[in-house]
């Protein structure tokens, strides 16, 4: 007769606990292949349980396959293989701790603190209590209507861009736009980066099998020459505000692209990175603005206007790649949450955001100017030349040292400074990168600059 002490269950249910040892029993060996069962009652009596509990453990383990029935006969153990010994697990890498830098002017920032919480908590208190039914219904696969309208409004209103909502694609953050235009332009599209450039643009786009061409950069942007000799059917650029060099590429170069793409037959990506943030002038009319043959997908996200961890962003297809977006990828499910979708519309279409952009240009204004006056008054002002464009939020530092990229990110880490060079965010090493910081400056407060020139005075030195 079965025994198994039931004190020793813990917090287990009876039955899943008395099902654990008999399964165990049978795995062992201990119970053999068409052994008999003892009759549910039998076994209720035995260990002082109820039928009930006792029925429940041998229907999992005839559902498991562990045990079979036969009519009027009862229970029997089903022939299972006997499991060796489990190997000792192996040693899993311990998680890289995070290093806490004394001055970080790599990593690229934003100041959270000036975000409305108030006002976003308010509106999501507004969703909750409001939307009922709608936030528990599928997402349309093109993100929910009225945030694509929202966003459309937004592009009219600010922008200039004339666009349908139903053009525009929203997605969880760049990353993943960048992986579903790897696909909708498919396996024979050539893809031309910018180099310099952001290198996970590179990165995403060869794991996904795309043949990436780094095209260099003249002073107004993309060459040209370059792009044409490369082979490449779709150019990804960032024509507003280049990051990491801050570029801003002038009307002729952006006719030239457009003429590009018309007689290759291809696209431009128009990657509109943190173009909000310009202080100085109008905003600079999109690529897309100017584009009359369909050439141009813009996008954008709200990681830089509203927060790193707001993973919304969002594509405008022209109406040809549109058709083919809903014919070959219109089974992708939206990956952004339906609540996040309708706050950020309400955001959007109430005004909320553009005061919030207002207000953050004008913050980000003072800091750029404070920064930049704590370097042209700092020890080793006489041994930098900073080149900025009066928008974004980084700016160049050209450093007069005899010292390499590589001895002077160490001396820095050394100090507990993290830095960031341009020659790291090239794919082809040239020497004209060499001893040029790439300074993202948002994260950096008023307060904190004595310390930051301090600390950069010993690692220059």
């Known amino acids: 007769m079965l025994t198994y002490s039931m004190e020793e269950r813990g917090g287990l249910p009876l039955y899943e606990y008395l099902y654990r040892c008999i399964r165990g029993d049978i795995l062992s ?5 068409g052994e008999r069962l003892p009759s549910k009652r039998r076994l209720a009596e035995h260990l002082q349980l109820s039928v009930i509990t006792v029925e429940g453990a ?6 498991e396959g562990y045990v079979y029935t036969q009519p009027k006969r009862g229970f029997f153990v089903a022939p299972v293989e006997r499991l060796a010994a489990p190997p000792a697990p192996e040693p899993l890498p311990p998680q890289p701790e995070k290093r806490v830098w004394r001055l970080d002017l790599k990593s690229n920032q ?5 975000f409305p919480v108030s006002t976003w908590a308010r509106l999501t208190r507004q969703v ?25 409004d937004d592009l009219r209103d600010y922008k200039g861009m004339a666009v349908s909502p139903e053009q525009i694609i929203v997605g969880a953050g760049a990353e993943y736009l960048y992986l579903l235009l790897a696909q909708l332009l498919g396996p024979e599209a050539v893809f031309a980066v910018e180099d310099p450039g952001y290198p996970k643009i590179r990165q995403v786009y060869g794991k996904c099998g795309a043949v990436c061409r780094p095209v260099p950069l003249d002073h107004r942007g993309m060459d040209i020459a370059a792009l044409t000799a490369s ?5 990804h650029l960032s024509p507003s505000h280049h990051y990491p060099t801050g570029l801003v590429t002038p009307i002729g170069r952006r006719q030239e692209l457009l003429r590009w793409a018309r007689q290759r037959d291809g696209f431009i990506i128009e990657d509109d990175y943190d173009s909000e943030f310009r202080f100085s002038g109008r905003p600079i009319p999109t690529l897309q603005s100017i584009d009359r043959e369909g050439r141009v997908i813009y996008m954008n996200t709200f990681s830089q ?4 961890s707001m993973r919304v962003g969002f594509m405008v297809l022209p109406p040809r790649l549109l058709e083919r977006y809903r014919r070959e990828l219109d089974f992708y499910a939206c990956t952004v949450p339906a609540l996040e979708q309708h706050v950020l519309a309400r955001f959007l279409d109430q005004g909320y955001y553009e005061q919030h952009l207002s207000r953050m240009r004008k913050e980000y204004r003072l800091r750029r100017g404070r920064v930049l006056e704590a370097f ?9 030349t900073i080149a900025e464009q009066g928008a974004g939020l980084h700016f160049l ?3 007069k040292t005899p010292l390499s990229d590589e001895d002077l990110r160490l001396r820095a880490e050394e100090h507990g400074v993290r830095l960031g060079f341009l020659s790291e965010y090239a794919a082809v090493p040239d020497p004209a990168h060499a001893h040029t910081l790439v300074v993202n400056y948002a994260g950096l407060d008023a307060e904190k600059l004595p310390e930051a020139m301090a600390l950069l005075s010993e690692v220059f030195a």
């Open 376 to 384: 042209r008054a700092s020890p080793f002002a006489k041994r930098v």
């Open 58 to 63: 041998y229907q999992q383990l005839e559902a």
């Open 305 to 308: 206007t509203i927060s790193p």
């Open 110 to 114: 934003v100041d959270v603190t000036c």
């Open 397 to 399: 530092l050209r450093l």
């Open 29 to 33: 060996g201990t119970l053999a292949a």
């Open 128 to 152: 909750l209590s409001e939307g009922g039914e709608a936030l528990l219904r599928p997402v349309p696969h093109q993100g929910l209507d009225a945030l694509r309208q929202a966003i459309a």
């Open 231 to 235: 082979g490449a059917s779709v150019a």
